[in-house]
């Protein structure tokens, strides 16, 4: 089953707008977890990684006041996507980095992504 | 920084027979992993097997297995009685302990019946 749920799968928004992604990892404590972008055909671009209790840290070109990240709790990570535009539209995909078992090592596990468009 | 290479982007396998996917990678690190992924038209990204760079034997899972040089920095992945649920992109990656992945293009692999 999935270890990892992201919400909602699918949103369409008005321009100008606020939109909010949850990341929850469902199976085991997460202490670190990754936010991606994906273009169509196109490999998984990392926006940011955040860690619990602390700032997130964005990758280069990535608008930290666009792209809003709360790490809340070991278990639910969210992403707020601000004052969206058309071009914001893309597929965010989310992981969280853990373990499902003592002995086994950390592993990221990725969410279903979420498609979001702004019209 | 590390870079990760996927030099097929796309790739066709008839069904039941054997189809290798390239991957080449840069690092200075002597420690760190290698993955490949999966990912379906649903988009969900699942792992396919990984590998330690300290062991020196070649991941299997099923019918997935690895070919790992560490000299050479080349991580390719052989899919054996390929099956149509093996249609997917598939992505090589890398990651140095407690470190993000760096992904590789990818590589659309198709199986036809």
């Known amino acids: 089953g999935a270890v990892v749920s992201q919400h909602p799968s699918r949103v369409i928004c008005k321009s100008g707008t606020s939109v909010k992604i949850e990341c929850r990892s469902l199976?085991?404590?997460?202490?670190?977890m990754f936010w991606y972008r994906q273009f169509p055909k196109q490999s998984l671009m990392l926006m940011a990684t955040?860690?619990?209790?602390?700032?997130?840290?964005?990758e280069q070109g990535v608008e930290k006041d666009k792209f809003l990240i709360n790490h809340a709790s070991l278990t639910l990570s969210t992403l707020t996507v601000t004052s969206a535009h058309p071009e914001d539209s893309s597929f965010y995909i989310c992981s969280a980095r853990g373990r499902l078992d003592r002995g086994t090592t950390d592993t990221q596990y990725f969410g279903p992504g979420t498609r979001l468009t702004v019209l | 920084a590390q870079t990760v290479t996927q030099s097929q982007p796309e790739m066709s396998v008839q069904e039941a027979e054997t189809v290798t996917l390239s991957c080449t990678y840069d690092?200075?690190?002597?420690?760190?992993?290698l993955f490949w992924y999966k990912q379906p038209p649903s988009r969900q990204m699942i792992l396919v097997i990984r590998q330690e760079a300290y062991k020196q034997q070649n991941a299997t899972e099923n019918r997935f297995s690895v070919n790992f040089q560490k000299a050479a920095k080349s991580f390719s992945l052989k899919i054996s009685d390929s099956q149509l649920g093996d249609t997917a992109m598939y992505f090589c990656a890398f990651e140095t302990s407690g470190s993000r992945l760096t992904f590789g293009e990818g590589t659309q692999l198709t199986v036809n019946p």
């Open positions: 690092t200075s690190e002597s420690n760190y992993y």
């Open positions: 199976d085991f404590q997460a202490t670190t």
């Open positions: 955040s860690n619990e209790g602390s700032k997130a840290t964005y």
